[in-house]
Structures are given as C-alpha cells and as structure tokens.
C-alpha cells in the first residue's frame, strides 16, 4: 500500500525512538497522532490478559477523551490490519504549528482502494475535530464506485462532516477546525487519486 506519512512529522526524536503506537493509542488523546491512520485502515486492537486475549474494533475501543475499553488488568499486544480487497493508497496530512512536536489542530488519515479505475472502497478519518477521532461514513459511502480522477475532492461538502464536534481552544477555533478538516479531507482525496 502507497502511503505519504512520513515518520518524522509524527512525535519529536524520543518518542519516534522509545514510544509506542499502542501507548498513543492508549492515552487516548483526540489528538493522538497515531489514532486516525489506524481508523482509516479499518484496524482491530488486540488487547490480553490472564483471561485470555481479544480483539475489538478500535473505533469501539475508543470511547472518548482519555477513555477507552481497555480494562485495568489488560495490555494491547497488537493490531489485525486487513488487507484490502483491491490495491489501496493511503496519506496522512496534519496542520499543526511545527511540523513535528506539536498537538494537531486537525488530521486527516484517508485510504482509497483502485478498483480497476473506480474506487472500491475508501475510508477518511479525521483527529483532533471531536473527543475522539472519527471516521466519515456519509463520505465513504458517497465515495464508493466514483472514478479516481482529479475533482474528486469537489464532492466533499460540509455536511459530510457534521459528526464532527470540534471545540475552541488555544490551537483553533471550532469554526477554524471545521474549515480546515473540510480543506485537508479534500486535499487528501485529491492526493490519493494523484498517486492510484
């Protein structure tokens, strides 16, 4: 699978060396870098205990703002990707003040499968817009079967983002981050079928 994140825009030097995606999933954060990549690619986390071990979608293990169904005897010991049922292509964009050490404003992770021209299936996540990054099915469901050319990213209108819950911060507005998942939702479409 194609893919356009580049590992030094995530974290600063230590935590590209010594963190771990599960511990940045695990924290929970509506803007953990590593949570909206793992939602676009449809991932299961795989959690154990002396229980035993099991997996669950991590759109469902993701509750909220720092909570999640990890319960206190349970660690995460991996994640299931599956594979894609046509060749796929992925990208990641990220709109912070640097391009590493910093928390998100907004992200976008996105994957498009090529099914002979058209796309097959695509998915579109989007952090740092609600308590908890979420994927935009509206979006990938009017996304399905369109043909991958430019102006595809002209179909993304402001409603396929209103399960969006952005808030006011110091980072941004809500109205600011509204208007710049819209952008990069966009761009990233347009990126992807510049690369299928």
Do not use: W
């Amino acid at each position: 699978m194609g893919s356009s994140l580049r590992h030094e825009r995530v974290g600063g030097v230590q935590i590209q060396n010594a963190g771990t995606i599960a511990g940045n999933i695990c924290n929970a954060s509506p803007a953990a870098d590593g949570i909206p990549p793992l939602l676009s690619l449809n991932a299961d986390i795989v959690l154990a205990s002396t229980r035993g071990e099991h997996a669950m979608p991590l759109a469902k293990f993701i509750m909220g703002n720092r909570k999640t169904r990890c319960a206190s005897d349970e660690i995460v010991t991996g994640f299931r990707i599956p594979k894609p049922v046509h060749p796929a292509t992925s990208t990641f964009l990220k709109l912070g003040a640097r391009k590493y050490l910093v928390i998100s404003i907004v992200m976008v992770a996105a994957v498009i499968e090529n099914d002979n021209g058209n796309i097959g299936a695509g998915r579109i996540a989007v952090g740092s817009c609600s308590a908890a990054a979420k994927c935009l099915h509206m979006l990938e469901r009017s996304l399905a079967g369109q043909p991958i050319a430019a102006g595809i990213g002209d179909l993304v209108t402001k409603d396929h983002l209103n399960q969006l819950s952005p808030i006011d911060d110091v980072r941004g507005s809500a109205d600011y981050r509204r208007d710049v998942a819209l952008t990069l939702v966009r761009r990233a479409l347009e990126d992807l079928v510049a690369d299928a």
